[in-house]
């Protein structure tokens, strides 16, 4: 619009600048810091981010021209942007990435000092920090691509629906939906959290700010302080792969396969949906063994006055995923025609026009979101680039074909491990990008859709936010209800179950992915809703009455038998027949034993008692 010529990584090195030089400013470097007065190390680290990012945003076209050279401003300006990384990444999250992207770092400048297929010529540091600081497969390529010109529109659209109320009509929504039936406020907190967590595709955001509302609200409703935060955990991380956001990797998914976020989202609708069915089952089973109802009439709110701040948020969703699906708009633009819609709608109402300090509190928020965005992505960025100047993420296919033999099952088992092992420390973004580059080829390689091959790296990369030892979004829940940590990540992955079952179902069922005839896309969708049903039974213990372990099991096993199978051919639907075979048995035993208990309670009461 104003004639200029702007490589993407210029915008790019500013972002980074930016990002930086915030984390430095809000960001104590130790505990003992002053949280208000900057140290002159602080000072130091901001203005040294500036300079580096500037460096790159001012000269890039220059540098790209020659992008070979190790001059010495090269190599030293990258070592001061790792530098900086890594410290910024220390004061946000811990070390944990450190450790990773130094053990990539040692890799590709001494790979030659290992066996067999990682023996691979070394690099010198130079070549290492000038690759990992200037080549679009480093710091500037797709993670912050992404966080930079698509996440952040909506980061700001989930800001600025909060400043227009649009906050509201999700807790509203939830309680006029789900609040009378049994056990209804864990319902309404599934309910509320997805919402939520479809606007910010963060769990533990997620966590912190619908946390507080909803925790309280179920132990006020029976349910104990382990199971009340185990609910929230699980809906909370659930919003990760609920359509229409689906947070960062999502987009991360349509960039490597460069096909739309449309065609991103609509494969990862039914997987989401059974995510949430399983939660369901599983906390409605919950409530009818705790004796739990519904949330009194009198306490829920009015349809009408739902409906009068509904559009707030209806409208701007409705308006994404219509430029999203429908108009197949790039995301970032797609974000802020969701966000301009929302501050519009929100003006027209005086209950829900924005005043000057929420407008304000929607950038502010947005702004540090970002900031943790962008250094997470920096240093992903960092790990990718040691991927790519060691050689090893073009080697790393063989090594995983080698060590699976060739075999699909092996490789998704091996591959989950790995995935849920990276996991402990990394967030999901980061785990993804790097089986991207990694593992997807191998996959792929041996006949795996795309798609659903990126999906199961997606998939496996979000559970340790709900398994132990880590489960942040389940020890986040656990600290806001005073419960056990071990106990809420039991329960959070026993609500969660089908996010460990369903990645290692894409490669056999692209049905469940909405790919296909419309005859194998119903009919993988009926054998998984049936067999989410089984598993939630054996997992629960209760249908009708509480059940014993043997019918448990039988149940659970029925469960995994209906699902698609890896066999292929009539097998699989012999699987599906004996697996409801199965469940039909233990129904109908389960019936009889509950019949008998009603006869043998009645006969009870009946009897008169002895003088």
Not at 382 to 393: E, N, P, W
Not at 414 to 419: A, K, P
Not at 587 to 597: H, S, V
């Amino acid at each position: 619009m104003l004639g200029l010529v702007l490589f993407k990584e210029q915008f790019l090195a500013l972002m980074f600048a930016l990002g930086l030089a915030g984390t430095f400013a809000i960001a104590k470097p130790m505990l003992s810091a002053s949280a208000t007065q900057l140290s002159w190390f602080d000072w130091m680290c901001l203005g040294l981010s500036l300079m580096v990012g500037g460096y790159v945003a001012i000269g890039y076209p220059v540098l790209s021209a020659d992008s070979a050279s190790l001059a010495p401003q090269r190599w030293i300006l990258g070592l001061v942007a790792l530098f900086l990384i890594f410290e910024a990444t220390r004061r946000l999250m811990g070390w944990s990435l450190i450790v990773i992207s130094l053990v990539f770092l040692v890799y590709a400048r001494y790979s030659d000092l290992f066996p067999g297929l990682l023996d691979l010529p070394p690099s010198s540091w130079q070549r290492i920090s000038v690759y990992v600081f200037l080549d679009p497969n480093g710091l500037f390529g797709t993670t912050l691509d992404v966080a930079a010109t698509t996440i952040v529109s909506f980061v700001l659209f989930g800001g600025v629906l909060t400043a227009v109320r649009g906050d509201r009509f999700v807790t509203d929504f939830a309680l006029l939906l789900m609040g009378r039936f049994r056990g209804g406020s864990a319902k309404v907190a599934v309910v509320a959290s997805t919402l939520f967590g479809m606007m910010s595709g963060s769990s533990v955001s997620n966590v912190a700010v619908v946390g507080p509302i909803t925790i309280p609200l179920m132990r006020k409703g029976g349910y104990p302080n382990h199971i009340a935060a185990a609910v929230e955990a699980v809906a909370s991380t659930g919003g990760q792969i609920m359509p229409p956001v689906m947070g960062i990797t999502a987009f991360l998914i349509a960039d490597y396969l460069s096909i739309s976020y449309g065609e991103v989202a609509m494969a990862a609708l039914v997987p989401a949906l059974l995510y949430y069915l399983a939660v369901f089952v599983q906390i409605d089973l919950e409530a009818a063994r705790l004796g739990l109802a519904g949330i009194p009439a009198e306490q829920l709110p009015k349809l009408r006055d739902v409906l009068k701040i509904s559009y707030s948020f209806v409208v701007p969703v409705a308006v994404l995923i219509y430029v999203l699906v429908v108009a197949d708009w790039e995301p970032g633009p797609s974000g802020m025609a969701a966000t301009a819609t929302a501050f519009v709608i929100g003006m027209l109402r005086a209950d829900t026009r924005p005043s000057p300090e929420r407008l304000w509190n929607a950038i502010l928020s947005t702004g540090r979101t970002m900031v943790d965005m962008l250094v997470m992505c920096a240093a992903a960025g960092v790990i990718i680039g040691a991927l790519q100047v060691s050689g090893i993420a073009f080697n790393f296919s063989n090594i995983v074909l080698g060590m699976g033999g060739q075999s699909i099952i092996s490789i998704l088992l091996l591959t989950g491990v790995v995935s849920f092992i990276l996991g402990i420390p990394l967030p999901t973004a980061v785990i993804y990008t790097m089986l991207a580059v990694l593992v997807a080829p191998s996959l792929i390689q041996l006949g795996v859709d795309p798609l659903a091959a990126h999906l199961f790296l997606f998939y496996t990369g979000m559970l340790s936010a709900l398994t132990p030892p880590v489960a942040l979004s389940a020890f986040a829940a656990a600290a806001i209800a005073g419960a056990d940590l071990w106990k809420t990540g039991y329960h959070s992955m026993r609500f969660g179950i089908i996010a460990y079952i369903i990645p290692f179902v894409f490669p056999f069922s692209l049905g469940l992915l909405l790919k296909g005839s419309a005859f194998n896309i119903f009919l993988s969708i009926a054998t998984a809703v049936m067999g989410v049903f089984f598993i939630g039974w054996g997992l629960a213990g209760y249908l009708h009455r509480p059940i014993g372990w043997m019918s448990r099991v039988l149940f659970f096993l029925a469960g995994l038998m209906v699902l698609p199978s890896p066999t292929g051919g009539s097998l699989v639907l012999y699987g599906n027949l004996a697996g409801f075979l199965v469940a039909a048995l233990v129904i109908f035993a389960e019936w009889l034993r509950f019949k008998r208990d009603r006869r043998v309670a009645g006969e009870t009461i009946a009897r008169p008692h002895s003088p």
